[in-house]
């Protein structure tokens, strides 16, 4: 199974656009780029999720690395309720084996 | 659509004691998951099923069964339950066909003494 790799924790202030990176390096061609993030004491929410280009939606943009190996989520404006824990996940083809790894806590301050 | 649904909320077992965590959804997903989330840690992969009669391993299986008789339910049996155990158990829905998106239930708290 392919892994990825993510900053433990970053912090951002309100308002600011926020990078969160990934880092993937042994993706495979089929593999699609899944994130997720998790409020506290929820279950996680779907956010975003990419193959090659790059894809907007309402909550968020995903930058993917021409080589694949790597992305980047980008929040335009953070606000204090993004604060959460952010993961990058890997799945391609029809196999449901969702690994999450540890994530991105993300601190968003006033 | 009620989404994902688990039952109960909260349980507490005491070591030995057997109970399935009970997982259902109204979406007609073919494939659904479990996960289990240990306190300040990321969440695990128990099991998952990618239809009705198929169920295969995650990274962290053992002590847990899981059948799949139905499209709509995705039980998750404990056998015999360790303090180890103790943990918050998600399971998720995911639709494969349109938009790859999965969905989580609001998790039962899990403790064992």
């Known amino acids: 199974d392919a892994k990825t790799t993510q900053p433990n924790s970053m912090e951002s202030n309100e308002e600011e656009p926020v990078h969160l990176p990934c880092n993937h390096s042994?993706?495979?061609?089929?593999?699609?780029i899944h994130w997720y993030r998790q409020l506290p004491s929820q279950g996680p929410e779907y956010v975003i999720h990419g193959l090659t280009s790059n894809v907007n939606n309402r909550m968020a943009s995903l930058a993917i690395a021409e080589d694949r190996k790597s992305s980047t989520l980008i929040l335009h404006r953070a606000t204090l309720r993004d604060a959460a824990v952010y993961y990058c996940i890997l799945n391609g083809g029809a196999t449901n084996k969702l690994i999450f790894g540890t994530g991105t806590l993300l601190a968003v301050q006033p | 659509n009620a989404g994902v649904t688990q039952t109960p909320k909260f349980q507490v077992l005491k070591t030995g004691q057997s109970m399935t965590l009970q997982c259902a959804q109204d979406?007609?997903?073919?494939?659904m998951s479990w996960y289990r989330q240990d306190p300040g840690m990321g969440l695990r992969l128990i099991h998952y099923?990618?239809?009705?009669?198929?169920?295969d391993q995650g990274e962290v299986p053992n002590g847990y069964n899981v059948s799949r008789s139905t499209t709509e339910d995705f039980p998750l049996r404990l056998l015999s339950a360790a303090p180890s155990q103790t943990s918050v158990y998600f399971c998720?829905?995911?639709?494969?066909?349109?938009?790859?998106?999965?969905?989580f239930g609001p998790g039962t708290r899990l403790t064992v003494l």
């Open positions: 998720a829905s995911r639709d494969r066909v349109v938009t790859d998106t999965q969905y």
């Open positions: 099923s990618v239809g009705a009669g198929i169920t």
């Open positions: 042994t993706i495979s061609g089929t593999d699609y």
């Open positions: 979406m007609n997903h073919e494939y």
